[in-house]
């Protein structure tokens, strides 16, 4: 429940919003504390006329979410500061944001109180917290796992007889899907393994260098549709399933990372001759196929190898890219696979704070800029084709594990489960500030102008409202105006590292 609107009765008859109880670390570093009876929440406000718009900003300087309104200027001056708003041109269509159900996020949702886990569950998964339409399901162990599983761990068992889920799925990550789907029951999955069972591997390892013996083609392909048929079996159906977290990766004999190798023409001959054909025989026939699922760094030579297997290409939906990259590939590549694809999608399916040191997260809990980090990524990609962003980890520790790999992340919710509460950190709001507001079937819109160091994209929602959503990345305020040719001028001041949400019909 969101026991604050059942205590502070204020809350239901005014905003229907509870205000963020903050936890000040000293310096940029704030959280929202949230317990078993108090969670900060915010119902969005309906738009009232054509002459007016709604205003969300989360700061450096502790604002989450905050309301304001205002009204249109009716005035048009040519501005070469003003962002200039083009409904008219249009382009891709978004379809939703959301986190990963990892056994670091379950494990941890799972040890606060039922009260406490509802309210973190609701603060992903209802409109009034992040309204998240994706989750990211692995398929058996991850980095972030406390120990390395598939689901049939029984060397040359081909027949898969001895096929079944872990202890983590059935007691943690079922349940926890169940109860998001309850919340929205238009909530998307989307899955992917990070490796096949050691025994169908080159080195017969989870991790390292090693890649899926050619014997076992069919083996694997078969595993992976037994895999949807269990979760069927539990009412949860995968919107998506990739080839499989990180294939670049695999091949970087990086022993700390969970991956399994793909070369990309291997990766072509597999998709186009197992994989592709038993999902499309299966009784998951509309389960659409991604691939790649790694970094920017090779997005275009590795798929271009990869279909080179016309099959390959025609069994793919969509392009997964994760987003460790990002600031330092730059977003040209993604206009050119569009270019070369564009029958394909492209999606953000992993994004985190990374760092090798276990104490990290702790000391840098409530940390703006990983909030900055996040909202400038997502802006990047949105701008770029991207049609929905997927966070890791929906929930870690203080210390951004468990992670048996040792490779700690950080995670936009935090979980304390001594004190049984949990802390959202910037980088919540800061995806909070999209995926609230661009509803799936949102499209992009034209965008034009605008100043420097304030980064901006803006949506038309399926309800015909208009979405801009701004950063000002500068250490001062700056004013800024907002044009659209139907309605007049937004003038706004927007303060020093500051994230804007403003809406209008
Ligand atoms: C939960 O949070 C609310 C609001 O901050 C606080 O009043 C209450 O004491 C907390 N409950 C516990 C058990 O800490
Ligand atoms: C917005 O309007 C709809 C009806 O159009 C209503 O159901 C909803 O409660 C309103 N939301 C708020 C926050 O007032
Ligand atoms: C709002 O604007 C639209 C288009 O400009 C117009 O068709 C509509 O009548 C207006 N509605 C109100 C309530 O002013
Ligand atoms: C990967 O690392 C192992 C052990 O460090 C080494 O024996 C092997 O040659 C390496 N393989 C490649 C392809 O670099
Ligand atoms: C798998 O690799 C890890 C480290 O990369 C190593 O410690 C372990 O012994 C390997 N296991 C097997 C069965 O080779
Ligand atoms: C792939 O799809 C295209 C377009 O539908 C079709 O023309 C082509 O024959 C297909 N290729 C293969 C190998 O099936
Ligand atoms: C945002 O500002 C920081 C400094 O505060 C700077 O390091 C970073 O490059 C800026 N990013 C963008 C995309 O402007």
Redesign the pocket.
């Known amino acids: 429940m969101w026991r604050c609107i059942l205590l502070i009765v204020a809350c239901v008859y005014t905003a229907q919003t509870c205000p963020c109880v903050r936890r000040n670390f000293g310096n940029d570093r704030i959280v929202c504390v949230c317990n078993a009876t108090y969670c900060d929440n915010t119902q969005i406000s309906n738009i009232t006329g054509n002459g007016s718009y709604l205003r969300y900003t989360s700061s450096q300087d502790g604002l989450r979410l905050e309301k304001t309104q205002g009204d249109f200027v009716k005035e048009w001056t040519a501005d070469l500061n003003s962002f200039q708003i083009d409904p008219d041109t249009t382009y891709q269509s978004i379809e939703g944001f959301g986190g990963a159900f990892s056994d670091a996020a379950i494990l941890n949702i799972k040890t606060l109180s039922s009260d406490t886990q509802e309210n973190l569950m609701r603060s992903y998964f209802t409109t009034a917290g992040s309204n998240y339409y994706f989750a990211r399901v692995p398929i058996g162990s991850t980095d972030s796992s406390i120990r390395p599983y598939t689901y049939d761990d029984h060397s040359g068992d081909v027949g898969l007889e001895r096929f079944s889920l872990a202890v983590e799925d059935l007691l943690y990550r079922i349940p926890l899907m169940k109860k998001a789907q309850e919340m929205n029951p238009e909530i998307k999955f989307l899955s992917a393994a990070w490796t096949a069972p050691p025994w169908m591997r080159t080195n017969h390892n989870y991790t390292g260098y090693g890649f899926l013996e050619e014997k076992y083609y069919q083996v694997y392909a078969d595993y992976l549709v037994k895999y949807l048929n269990k979760y069927e079996d539990y009412g949860l159906k995968m919107w998506a399933i990739s080839t499989g977290n990180e294939p670049y990766v695999g091949t970087l004999n990086l022993s700390h990372y969970g991956s399994m190798g793909w070369l990309p023409s291997d990766l072509g001959k597999w998709v ?1 001759n197992n994989f592709g054909p038993t999902i499309r025989k299966s009784k998951h026939k509309r389960t659409l196929i991604l691939t790649y699922d790694d970094e920017r760094t090779i997005l275009d030579t590795f798929v271009d190898k990869m279909f080179e ?3 390959a ?2 069994y793919t939906a969509g392009l997964a890219i994760h987003g460790y990259a990002d600031t330092v590939v730059p977003t040209s590549v993604l206009d050119e696979i569009m270019r070369r694809y564009p029958e394909k999608f492209l999606i953000v399916t992993e994004f985190s704070t990374v760092t090798s040191q276990r104490g990290n997260v702790i000391s840098s809990l409530g940390s703006w800029s990983y909030g900055e980090y996040y909202v400038l990524d997502i802006i990047q990609n949105l701008k770029n084709w991207v049609i929905g962003w997927v966070d890791w980890s929906l929930a870690a520790d203080e210390y951004g594990g468990p992670d048996w790999r040792q490779n700690f992340v950080g995670a936009s919710i935090i979980v304390n489960s001594e004190a049984d509460e949990f802390y959202k950190q910037p980088m919540y709001y800061a995806i909070a500030h999209f995926s609230k507001f661009i509803t799936p079937g949102s499209v992009r819109v034209g965008l034009t102008g605008g100043k420097e160091l304030v980064k901006a994209a803006a949506f038309k929602t399926p309800k015909n409202e208009i979405v801009v959503v701004m950063y000002n990345n500068c250490s001062a305020q700056q004013d800024v105006i907002i044009s659209d040719k139907e309605r007049g001028q937004i003038r706004l001041q927007l303060p020093a590292k500051s994230i804007h949400t403003i809406m209008y019909k």
Do not use: S, T
């Open positions: 186009a297997n016309e099959l290409r025609n």
